[in-house]
C-alpha cells in the first residue's frame, strides 16, 4: 500500500480558491489512480473527483465539476485539487484514496475500490 498525507486546506471566503495536495510515500505512485473525496458534517463521505495512473482521464461530481481541477505529478508522488470558485457547500474534511483496480479508469466513486486513505485535511468556506 500507498501512504498519504493531504494538505492546503484551510479558510477561504466564498468564490476563492484553495490547492490541495496529497503526497504519497514509496515509488509505486504511478502505479495507482487518485482520487478525492470529502466528508461534510452529519453526512456521508463523498466522491469528488479522480484521475488515472497515467493522468490522462479524469473524472468529477456533478457539484464540482468545472470549478474543480485534478492533476498529478508522478515524479513528485503528488496528486492536488484545484478548486476555485468555492461555495461554502464545499465545506468538508478532504481526503485523497488511491485504488490499484481499474487505474487505467477514471470514474471509479465507490469509496470501497480505495486501499489507501489519507487522514484528511479541513476546507472551510466562510460566506
Do not use: H
Amino acid at each position: 500500500q500507498v501512504q498519504l498525507v493531504e494538505s492546503g486546506g484551510g479558510l477561504v471566503q466564498a468564490g476563492g480558491s484553495l490547492r490541495l495536495s496529497c503526497a504519497a510515500s514509496g515509488r509505486t505512485f504511478s502505479m495507482y489512480a487518485m482520487g478525492w473525496f470529502r466528508q461534510a458534517p452529519g453526512k456521508e463521505r463523498e466522491f469528488v473527483a479522480d484521475i488515472t495512473w497515467s493522468g490522462v482521464s479524469t473524472y468529477y461530481a456533478g457539484s464540482v465539476k468545472g470549478r474543480f481541477t485534478i492533476s498529478r505529478d508522478n515524479a513528485k508522488n503528488t496528486v492536488y485539487l484545484q478548486m476555485n470558485s468555492l461555495k461554502p457547500e464545499d465545506t468538508a474534511v478532504y481526503y485523497c484514496a488511491a485504488r490499484i483496480s481499474g487505474r487505467t479508469t477514471a470514474g471509479i466513486v465507490s469509496e470501497n475500490e480505495y486501499g489507501s486513505w489519507g487522514q484528511g485535511t479541513q476546507v472551510t468556506v466562510s460566506s
